[in-house]
C-alpha cells in the first residue's frame, strides 16, 4: 500500500565501487568517497573509559569519544568524511532509512595485543563486503581502501585511550554503517545517505560455559530464501529474524540453528556461521559447512579464515567441504556416534563451541572437552586465529593501527 | 557474524495487544498506549502550505506542522503521547531500528469531501494491522482504538489549514510508524520504541496515462516467502525490493509484478495488491486475486474493501476469487483472449489500471477504456470506493474528522 515514486535511474547506486582515480576516468563525475579529505573536530569533553564489567552490563552500547561520518548525495557524490564527537543524528521522520531499512553495516573489531598493538582482522574484507551489501540495499557505493583508511583513522584517535595497552587481550567492537537519508515517502532507492563508523563495547561472547546450546528455528519461520539477501548484511536479515528467540521453547538455549526447506538445510547458527566436525561415512575427518553459492548465508570473515586455515594447514588432517547439509544428516551421524565437534563463527562470538542442538523435542549432544572449552580441531583453530588476533604470531591477516605514542 | 545479547525474555512483546482496561485485568503492569493522556506543545511557527504542483516535485516529503509521537519502555510501557512542532528525530547512531531494521509502519489518507468534511477510510484496519506487524518485528504492540484516536487528533489540529475546504478532492497521506530505539548493538528485541504519526504530500499514483505498465520480477530475485514476511508492513519488505527496479528492463515500465515460486505465481504489484477480471473457460467472469492464507502478501485495506464491494454489491455478474494464479496462466488467458482488465490497489495507487505486463520479453496488452482510463468493472468499483472517500456517498467506511469551524 505504500506509494512509489517514479523509478529512479539509478544505475550508479547499484554498480560496483569504483577503485580510486579509476573512478574519473570512468567518467563519474560526482565525487568520490575520499578518506584524506577528513575534517577533524575533536571533542572537547572526554569521556569516561568505563571498565569492563560496566562496558559489558550497560544497557546501551558505550561508544568511544568520536565517530566519523560522510555523507553521500547523488547529484554531488561524497562529502568530506568528518571526524566528531559521537552522540545523536538528527534524522527526519521521513527519512528512508526509518520507513523502509535500507540499511547495511559491518561487525569487526578491533584487538590489544599481548605485544601492545592494535589491530584490526582482514578489514579489506568486511570493506568490500559492506560495499556488496549496499549495492543490494540501493545505497551507494564507495572504494573500499577508503573506508578501510576511515576506520584506521578512527582508531588511530580513540584507540589509545579507549583500549590502552594495559588492556591486552580487549578488544572494541567497530561498526561500520550506511543508512538512506533522503526525507520523502515512497519506495525508492534513497538519492542521499550517511555513511557512519562507530566504536564500542560489546560483551565476549565466544566462550558459553558449556557450550552454546542452539535450538531449531520454528517450522513457521525462515531467516532467508533463495533469491532474498541473505548473503548481505543488511538490517533486514536481522530485525525480523529476532522473533524465533522468543518464547518457552528458548529457556536454556541461546541461539537460534536456522533450516532452510522441505529437507532442514542448516544455514546459520544465531547470526553467525554454522560448523560441524564429523567423521564422514568412510571414515574420513570432516570439517562441514553450508556453501555460498545459493545466497542464503553470509560470507563470513571468520568462516573463510576458518576454512582457509584448515584448507592449508590441516591438510591430510581434515576434508574442508562447502555443501548443503540438514538436520537429519546430523541425526544420522549422532546416532552412528560420528559428530565430533560444531561451533559457530563470527566477528561477535569468534569461535563459539556448540553443546547441543535441539530439533523437535530431540537432542544432539556434542562432546566438549572440559579443559579446553571445546572440541580439539576447534580449539586448535580458535588458538591459531586468537594468536593472530592478538598479536602472538605474525600474520598478514593482522593489520596493524598507528597510534601515536 | 553480528553479536547476540542473551536472549530477551520478551513474551510481552509479541503477545496481542491488550485492549483498554483489560490490560490491568490481565495482569499487565506496564502503562498502555492512552491518547487520552496527550500532551500539546503547539509549534509557534506556522509554515506555509504549498500547493499541489510544489508538494508534489518536492524531493523531500512536505508534511504538516506537527507530529504525534509517544515513547515506549519495556520496564514502563508507554509514555504520555505528544503533540509536537514536525522536526527531526534525534537517533542514537547505534539504536535498533538503523542496525536491524525494527521498524514497522501504516500508509492511510485523509480525504477532503465534496461536502466539506474531512475523512478516514477504514482506518480502525490500518492500526489493527499495525499491531499485526509489529508483533512480527519484535516491536510493543498497543491498543489500536488509542491509535485511531492519535491520528484522529493530529488531523483535527492540521487538517483545516493544510488540507482546506476548498480543496475539495485533495487528501493528506498520513504515515504512522513504529521504530526500535534502543541504543545498543546486538541481534535482539529492543527494549526502547517511538510510535510517531506525520502527515504530508505525496503525488496521486491511481491514473497513469494510458494505465500502469508492470514487468515481471528478475529471476534472481523474490520478494516474499512462504516463512517469511510479506504479510506484515515492515521496512525489511521495502527496501529490498527497491534493486528490482534498477536496469535497462525497467525502460517504460512503471512497477514490478513480483512472482513467487517454480510457476510464477503472481502476488503484488509494485508495494500494492494485484488484480485481474477475466473469463474463465466456464465462461464465467471472474475477479482473481492472490490469497492471504500463505502470509506472502499484505492484506490491503483497498484489496478488502474491492473484495467486500464486489462480494456484496455485484454478486451474479462477477465471481470473487483468492487463489494463487500465474503469470502462465495470465499468457495463456491472453492468448484465448479471456483477459478483461487488470489493475494495482493500495493507499498509494488507490486503484490504478494496468494496461501491460511485459515478462522474459513477452507481453499482455490489457484494454483500457480511452473515455473511462480504466477497464468498465475497475472503474465500477473506483467509482463506488472513491464516493465515500470523497463523501459522495454515505458509508460507515468513511470516518469524518471533527475540525474547528
Not at 569519544?65 to 547523488?74: C, E, K, P, S
Not at 556488496?132 to 583508511?149: G, H, Q, Y
Request: aromatic share 8%.
Amino acid at each position: 500500500m505504500a506509494p512509489t515514486a517514479v523509478p529512479v535511474s539509478g544505475t550508479q547506486l547499484n554498480s560496483p565501487a569504483p577503485k580510486g582515480k579509476e573512478a574519473l576516468a570512468n567518467g563519474s563525475n560526482t565525487a568520490q568517497l575520499d578518506a584524506s579529505k577528513i575534517i577533524y573536530k575533536f571533542t572537547t569533553n572526554l569521556r569516561a573509559v568505563p571498565d569492563e564489567a560496566t562496558a559489558n552490563t550497560s544497557d546501551e552500547t558505550i561508544c568511544t569519544d568520536h565517530m566519523i561520518t560522510a555523507v553521500w548525495r547523488a547529484s554531488t557524490g561524497w562529502e568530506a568524511p568528518e571526524l566528531k564527537p559521537y552522540g545523536p543524528l538528527s534524522i527526519m521522520p521521513t527519512a528512508s532509512v526509518l520507513n523502509y531499512a535500507t540499511e547495511c553495516f559491518e561487525g569487526m573489531k578491533a584487538y590489544r595485543g599481548d605485544d601492545g598493538k592494535l589491530r584490526l582482522f582482514r578489514p579489506n574484507l568486511n570493506c568490500e563486503r559492506l560495499n556488496v551489501s549496499a549495492s543490494r540495499i540501493s545505497l551507494p557505493t564507495f572504494d573500499a581502501a577508503e573506508m578501510e583508511k576511515l576506520i584506521v583513522t578512527l582508531l588511530s584517535v580513540d584507540g589509545p585511550r579507549w583500549l590502552p595497552k594495559d588492556r591486552a587481550g580487549g578488544f572494541l567492537y567497530i561498526r561500520p554503517i550506511l543508512i538512506g537519508t533522503q526525507a520523502r515517502i515512497g519506495v525508492h532507492a534513497p538519492k542521499e545517505a550517511l555513511f557512519y563508523i562507530m566504536a564500542g563495547f560489546i560483551p565476549r561472547l565466544d566462550s558459553y560455559p558449556g557450550g552454546m546450546r542452539l535450538h531449531t528455528s520454528p517450522d513457521d519461520l525462515v531467516r532467508a530464501w533463495v533469491g532474498g539477501y541473505g548473503y548481505a548484511k543488511i538490517g533486514a536479515n536481522y530485525g525480523p529474524s529476532m522473533i524465533a528467540k522468543q518464547g518457552p521453547h528458548m529457556q536454556g538455549f541461546h541461539e537460534i540453528l536456522w533450516l532452510y526447506g522441505d529437507k532442514g538445510e542448516c544455514t546459520e547458527a544465531g547470526a553467525s556461521n554454522f560448523f560441524v566436525v564429523w567423521k564422514r561415512k568412510d571414515g574420513k575427518t570432516e570439517l562441514i559447512t553450508a556453501p555460498l553459492d545459493d545466497k542464503l548465508i553470509l560470507s563470513g570473515v571468520t568462516r573463510r579464515s576458518c576454512l582457509e586455515f584448515v584448507r592449508q594447514k590441516l591438510i591430510g588432517d581434515i576434508e574442508v567441504t562447502e555443501r548443503k547439509f540438514t538436520i537429519g544428516e546430523l541425526f544420522e551421524a549422532q546416532a552412528e556416534g560420528r559428530i565430533l565437534e560444531s561451533f559457530a563463527t563470527g566477528t561477535g562470538f569468534f569461535i563459539c563451541p556448540i553443546s547441543q542442538i535441539r530439533h523437535r523435542g530431540q537432542d544432539i549432544m556434542i562432546p566438549i572437552d572440559p579443559e579446553l572449552q571445546a572440541g580439539e580441531i576447534t580449539h586448535k583453530i580458535k588458538t591459531v586465529l586468537g594468536d593472530i588476533l592478538y598479536g602472538r604470531a605474525n600474520h598478514s591477516w593482522g593489520v596493524v593501527i598507528p597510534e601515536k605514542e
